[in-house]
């Protein structure tokens, strides 16, 4: 290793999905990865499987909207794997529903995980980061910030998540930290397969029709995501900051 920060890496909502091959793939390129989830079952399984695989991992159960757990997930991430340089905020709920029928506890719910959720692990990283004078901060947007049906608390959050990262690259950007936001199309996932589900669509159709849509005539991949993290926590991304990457095979914005 040349570089002078420490290669740490911490993945929020790591139990499944994206967040899962994001740390799949950070591991695969050398970073030290802290699994954090709702799911401490999950992301203890995860670690031991990149362990197996011959990298250093540890799973970490929390509830990223509860600060206590956020402050005491991070500092051992720290103790045990070193300080983080890398900060991927994953994680992430639906709540569906049409205006008219989303409740509080909906629309709460949604900005909580994924706005609240963001902000706490991003002020509890970002002092490890500006310590070492290098980070990298990745979050995950998503097409629907620019509107969907049945998404209005889904879709503010993701909205959010974009203004977030904009304001952390403004801010960051002079201790060598950068931050960017990936806004994911269609992805394959189990959040899409419960869509589906909810639709009353098998989850082979959903995906075909959702496919015929697209510019590349396919749907997307969890590893489509881990790929462009990978790009962008690198040292060859030191000049991309503030940027929201829309992969969704074809334009969106």
């Known amino acids: 290793m040349t570089e002078s920060h420490s ?26 990865v802290g699994l954090l989830d709702l799911d401490e079952a999950a992301v203890k399984s995860g ?19 509860n600060t206590e757990q956020v ?15 890398v900060l991927v905020n994953n994680a992430g709920i639906t709540r569906d529903n049409l205006i008219f029928k989303m409740t509080d506890d909906d629309w709460d719910a949604v900005l909580n995980v994924h706005l609240r959720g963001s ?30 049906r049945g998404q209005v608390n889904y ?14 690259a403004i ?7 950068t931050a960017n936001a990936i806004a994911p199309g269609f992805i394959a996932t189990d959040m899409t397969a419960a869509t589906a589900d909810r639709l009353g669509l098998s989850f082979e159709d959903f995906k075909a029709a959702a496919a015929r849509e697209i510019p590349v005539q396919r749907v997307g991949t969890p590893d489509d995501i881990a790929h462009t993290v990978s790009f962008l926590v690198s ?17 969106k914005d």
Do not use: C
């Open 235 to 251: 040292e060859g991304a030191g000049f991309v900051s503030g940027q929201v990457i829309y992969v969704a095979g074809g334009p």
């Open 47 to 65: 670690a031991e499987d990149l362990a197996a695989a011959g990298g250093r991992a540890i799973g970490v159960g929390l509830d990223v909207s």
């Open 7 to 32: 290669r740490v890496a911490i993945v929020t909502g790591a139990g499944r999905g994206i967040g899962a091959a994001v740390a799949r793939r950070l591991s695969a390129d050398g970073f030290a």
């Open 155 to 168: 879709a503010a959050a993701k909205a959010g998540m974009q203004g977030f990262t904009k304001t952390l």
């Open 71 to 85: 402050e005491a997930a991070v500092a051992k991430v720290a103790e045990e794997l070193g300080p983080p340089t």
């Open 119 to 148: 902000f706490l692990m991003t002020r509890a990283v970002q002092r490890h980061m500006t310590a070492q004078k290098w980070g990298r901060i990745v979050n995950l947007s998503s097409t629907s910030a620019l509107g969907n």
């Open 171 to 177: 801010e960051l950007g002079k201790f060598g930290v």
